[in-house]
C-alpha cells in the first residue's frame, strides 16, 4: 500500500497554494454586493521570536472559521499582519544590541515563513506592518483627526511609571497587584505633561453597546469591559470652608450624609495642598514622600492600615450645619470622582477604621437592625440635596482618559510640533508621516525622557504657523493606539492617500468573528471599541461597533502548568511540526477540547492524530468510482451518516464547538472504512465515493495538507478549498419509521411514529404514555393490552 509522506505532501501543497491565490478577498464582489462577505479577524502577533503554541492553537481555531465561510459562499477577508511596535521588541532588541528595526524585521520574516508553512487561509496581500512609514503615517492621521474633534489633549497630572521601563503607562497597563503589565517592575506615580485620548466621552455608550453583545461576545470579556467602565450613580455634595473654595465630593451614598463626620481628600491631589494650613504643611509634606511609594491598589486595600495628616481647616456639613475636620490621606485616590470625600464611619468601612486610628467622632444614620429602602433614601436624599442647591445626582465612571504618550523609542512619533509663539501645531497633513530618525548606534535605553530628543536635528524645526524656530514632540504612541485601527487598515493596506476606504467599510465591516487572547479583554477590545466610535462621529463609518463576534481561546499549558522556561516545561512547536507534521499539529489543537478551554499537553496525542490523519487519507486511495458520479443510488445507511454529519457539522461549526466537528468527522471515517471493507457495499459505492469526498472537505478545514491529498487523489483539481460545501438531503436525516396504531376498544386512539425494530414493552410503554390514549382512559382501568409490534397495540379497558 502506498504510504503517506507528510513532508512530501506539505512540500508540494505549499508551492501549490502560492500559484493559485485561493484566499484573496475580492473588494470588488464586496462593493457590488455580489455575494455576502464575512470579515474574520485574529489578532496579530507581536513580532518577538518565533510563533509558538499559543500562535499554532489560535490560528488554528481561527483558520476553521475562515474556511468555513468560504465554503458557505461567503466573499470572507481574512487578513493577516504585524503589530510591530512597542516595547517587547525594543526591550528585546536592546538586550541583544540590535537596532529595533533590524530585530522587528527579522522576525517578521521568521514568522510570515512560519504562518505560510502552518497552511493559513490568510490573504496575504493585505499584510501589513504597523511600524512601516506607510501605516503609521495613517496613526499619525488619525491622533491628529481625534484632537480636532476635542479627543486627543495633553494634561499635567500624577501619571502611573514604570522605573524599570522608564516610560509611563496607562492604567490598563497597570496589573491588579501594582506591577507593570510588560515588566513586573512596582509601578509608582510620577507628575507629567503627558498626551491622553479622551475615552471617558464615550463611557455611556460603550457601556450601553455591551447589551447588545452579551449573546455574541464571551460572557467574562463582556463582564471584564464592563467592570473597567465602572458606572456608579450618586451624587455630587458640596461642603462650604472658611476663607477657601468649598470642598465637592463624589458619593454613592448622599443619604448618609447626617453621619458625614469628616472629609478625606487625597494627599497627593492639589485640592490637599491649597487647603493645608501653614502650621500643618510640613506634615503632609512629609506624607507625601510616603504616598508616592504605594500603588492605587495598595491605596484602596481595606486591609492596609489607615494613615493621614489633619489638614488644620474644617468645613461645613451641609445638613447639620456641623464644622467637620477635613484631612488628607492615601486612601481616597486623586483621580476618582473629585479626589476628595464625605466620611461617615458608621457606614463605611474604610473610613471606620480611619475614625478609629485617629480618634474621629461616628454617628449612625441607620441603625443594623432598622429595615430601610436604600434606593429609596438615596433618591429621595438626592432630590432634597438639589433643592437646597448643595449638590446634584451625578453618574461617574471608573474608566479614565487613555493616557498614550510614551518616553521611548519604538513607536509611531506624536506629529505635534511646540512652538515658544503657537504652543502645540500639528504636523500638517502633508507632511506626514513624522518618520522615526534612525538613532543608528545610538544607547536606546530607556533614560526616563525620550530617546528622540537626542536627534537634534529631527527635533528642531521650523513652527508650520510662524516659522520660527520650534520643536518636535519628542514622545511616541503607546502600542495599542496602532493596534486600536489595524483592522480598518486591512481594507485599503496600500492606499496612500487615506487611512481605508469608507466604501469597503461600508462594504466589509464589522468585523463578523475576533478571535483572540484574555489578555486583550480588557485594553485592546475597549482602544478598538473607541476608535470606532470616534471614526463613526467623524463620518467614516456608520456602525457603532467594530466586532460583531468575540471569542477568546484558552492557552495551551503542559502537565497542568502554564508553559515557561523556569519549570522547563515549554513544548517548542517547531519540533512538534517537524515530528508530526503540521496537520497533526492542527488537528490536535482542535480537537483537544472546546477552544475557550485551556489544552493540556500532557493529555493529547500528535502521534493519534498524525495516525487518523492517515486513516482518512486511506479511503481516498480506496474509492474506484469516478468523480461526479451520482451518489443517489448508494448505500442508504452510508449516505445516512454523511448528510446527518454535514448537516450536524454545520451547527456546530455556527456554534465553535469545532472538537465535536473533529470528532463527527472521525465517526464518518469510521463508517465509511466499514463500508468500504464491507461486501455487501465496497469502493464501488457511489454512497462511499459521495462520504469520502465530505471527509476530505471536513477535514480541509483543520488539516488542509491532507484534505488537498485526497481532492486530488479523488480526481479533483485544483483544490479543496474551491470545492462546494455538500448539500444535505433532508430526507436523509430522518430515520426510518413507521406508524404504530393505538385501539381502545376496537377504536382507534392514537397514532404513535416508531422505529421498525421496536420491542414490544417499549411500544406499550409509547402506547400508553401518549397524551390522546390517556385522555381517552381517563377514569378506566386497563384490563389487558396486547402488543404486535411495531403496527398495533390494542388495549381493553373498563
Ligand atoms: C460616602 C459613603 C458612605 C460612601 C457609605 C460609601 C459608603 P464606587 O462605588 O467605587 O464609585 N469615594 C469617592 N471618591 C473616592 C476616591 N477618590 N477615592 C476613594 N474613595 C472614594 O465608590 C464610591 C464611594 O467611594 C463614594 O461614596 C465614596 O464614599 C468613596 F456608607 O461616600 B462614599
Keep these: 500500500a502506498a504510504t503517506y509522506d507528510v513532508e512530501a505532501v506539505q512540500a508540494k501543497w505549499l508551492e501549490r497554494w502560492d500559484g493559485l491565490d485561493l484566499f484573496r478577498a475580492d473588494d470588488a464582489v464586496a462593493l457590488a454586493g455580489e455575494k455576502p462577505t464575512y470579515y474574520a479577524l485574529t489578532m496579530f502577533p507581536y513580532p518577538s521570536g518565533d510563533l509558538h503554541m499559543g500562535h499554532a492553537e489560535v490560528m488554528a481555531l481561527h483558520d476553521v ?14 487578513p493577516m499582519g504585524w503589530d510591530s511596535f512597542g516595547l517587547p521588541a525594543e526591550n528585546a532588541a536592546i538586550k541583544r544590541d540590535e537596532h529595533p528595526s533590524t530585530y522587528t524585521y527579522a522576525n517578521i520574516e521568521t514568522q510570515y515563513e512560519s504562518f505560510r508553512k502552518y497552511g493559513l487561509a490568510f490573504d496575504w496581500s493585505r499584510r ?3 511600524s512601516d512609514p506607510e501605516y503609521y503615517k495613517w496613526t499619525q492621521w488619525l491622533f491628529l483627526k481625534l484632537r480636532e474633534q476635542g479627543l486627543a489633549y495633553r494634561k499635567n497630572s500624577p501619571v502611573n511609571w514604570c522605573p524599570n521601563d522608564q516610560t509611563v503607562l496607562a492604567n490598563e497597563q497597570v496589573l491588579a497587584d501594582g506591577t507593570c503589565e ?11 505633561t503627558q498626551w491622553y485620548f479622551k475615552t471617558t466621552q464615550y463611557a455611556q455608550e460603550l457601556l450601553d453597546c455591551l447589551d447588545g453583545m452579551q449573546d455574541t461576545w464571551i460572557a467574562k470579556v463582556v463582564n471584564a469591559q464592563r467592570n473597567w467602565i465602572g458606572r456608579s ?12 473654595e468649598p470642598i465637592t465630593v463624589f458619593t454613592t451614598r448622599p443619604d448618609t450624609l447626617p453621619g458625614a463626620t469628616f472629609m478625606v481628600v487625597a494627599a497627593d491631589a492639589k485640592l490637599a495642598a491649597s487647603l493645608v494650613s501653614d502650621e500643618q504643611r510640613p506634615a503632609l509634606e512629609a506624607y507625601l514622600d510616603e504616598v508616592k511609594k504605594a500603588s492605587d491598589i495598595d491605596r484602596l486595600a481595606t486591609d492596609r492600615p489607615k494613615t493621614g495628616v489633619d489638614l488644620g481647616v474644617t468645613a461645613t456639613n451641609p445638613l447639620t450645619g456641623e464644622q467637620i475636620p477635613v484631612w488628607a490621606s492615601d486612601y481616597v485616590l486623586a483621580d476618582y470622582g473629585t479626589g476628595a470625600i464625605m466620611a461617615v464611619p458608621a457606614h463605611d468601612e474604610r473610613d471606620r477604621e480611619f475614625a478609629e486610628k485617629f480618634g474621629l467622632p461616628v454617628v449612625e444614620v441607620y441603625s443594623e437592625d432598622q429595615p430601610y429602602d436604600k434606593a429609596a433614601e438615596i433618591s429621595a436624599a438626592i432630590a432634597k440635596i438639589e433643592e437646597s442647591g448643595h449638590g446634584q445626582g451625578t453618574v461617574n465612571y471608573r474608566l479614565r482618559d487613555w493616557l498614550l504618550s510614551r518616553q521611548r523609542y519604538w513607536g509611531a512619533p506624536i506629529p505635534i510640533i511646540h512652538c515658544p509663539v503657537d504652543g502645540e501645531v500639528a504636523v500638517p497633513e502633508d507632511q506626514l508621516p513624522v518618520r522615526l530618525p534612525e538613532l543608528k548606534g545610538a544607547d536606546l535605553k530607556p533614560k526616563g525622557t525620550s530617546p528622540l530628543g537626542a536627534a537634534r536635528e529631527w527635533v528642531e524645526v521650523a513652527c508650520p504657523v510662524c516659522g520660527g524656530p520650534a520643536e518636535r514632540d519628542t514622545d511616541t504612541m503607546d502600542t495599542f493606539v496602532d ?3 489595524y483592522f480598518f487598515r486591512y481594507l485599503s493596506p496600500n492606499d496612500d492617500t487615506q487611512a481605508f476606504d469608507p466604501a469597503l467599510a461600508e462594504a466589509w465591516g464589522p468585523v463578523d468573528f475576533y478571535l483572540g487572547g484574555d489578555e486583550h479583554a480588557v485594553l485592546h477590545l475597549l482602544y478598538a471599541r473607541f476608535f470606532t466610535k470616534a471614526l463613526r462621529d467623524m463620518g467614516l463609518i456608520t456602525w457603532d461597533e467594530p466586532f460583531t463576534s468575540y471569542l477568546s481561546q484558552g492557552k495551551v499549558i503542559n502537565n497542568g502548568k502554564k508553559m515557561s522556561k523556569s519549570l522547563g516545561n515549554g513544548i517548542n512547536l517547531g519540533e512538534q511540526i517537524e515530528k508530526f507534521g503540521v496537520d497533526a499539529v492542527r488537528l490536535t489543537l482542535v480537537f483537544a477540547s472546546p477552544p475557550e478551554d485551556n489544552i493540556d499537553w500532557a493529555d493529547v496525542s500528535p502521534e493519534a492524530s498524525l495516525k487518523f490523519i492517515k486513516r482518512a487519507w486511506r479511503l481516498a486511495g480506496d474509492v474506484t468510482s469516478e468523480p461526479g458520479t451520482d451518489p443517489t443510488g448508494g448505500d442508504v445507511p452510508l449516505r445516512r451518516v454523511t448528510h446527518k454529519t454535514v448537516h450536524e457539522c454545520a451547527d456546530l461549526l455556527e456554534r465553535h464547538r469545532f472538537n465535536v466537528v473533529v470528532a463527527r468527522t472521525m465517526e464518518l471515517v469510521n463508517a465509511t472504512r466499514k463500508a468500504i471493507d464491507n461486501p455487501e457495499v465496497g469502493p464501488a459505492d457511489p454512497a462511499v465515493r459521495e462520504a469520502v469526498e465530505t471527509v476530505a472537505i471536513l477535514l480541509s478545514l483543520v488539516t488542509p495538507y491532507a484534505a488537498e491529498e485526497m481532492w486530488e487523489l479523488l480526481g479533483h483539481a485544483p483544490s479543496v478549498a474551491q470545492a462546494a460545501w455538500p448539500t444535505v438531503d433532508e430526507t436523509l436525516l430522518v430515520d426510518d419509521t413507521v406508524t404504530a396504531v393505538v385501539q381502545i376498544q376496537g377504536k382507534v386512539r392514537g397514532r404513535l411514529e416508531v422505529s421498525p425494530s421496536i420491542s414490544e414493552a417499549d411500544l406499550e410503554a409509547a402506547a400508553l404514555a401518549d397524551a390522546n390514549v390517556q385522555r381517552a382512559l381517563e377514569g378506566k382501568t386497563v384490563r389487558k ?8 397495540v390494542n388495549i381493553v379497558a373498563g
Design 233 to 244: 450613580e450618586g451624587a455630587h455634595v458640596t461642603f462650604e470652608v472658611a476663607g477657601h
Design 128 to 130: 501589513l506592518h504597523t
Design 785 to 792: 393490552v396486547i402488543v404486535r409490534a411495531p403496527k398495533l
Design 65 to 78: 472559521v475562515a474556511r468555513y465561510k468560504k465554503f458557505r459562499g461567503f466573499e470572507v477577508l481574512n
Design 182 to 192: 510588560r515588566c513586573g517592575a512596582e509601578v509608582t506615580k510620577k507628575e507629567l
Design 483 to 485: 493596534s486600536s485601527w
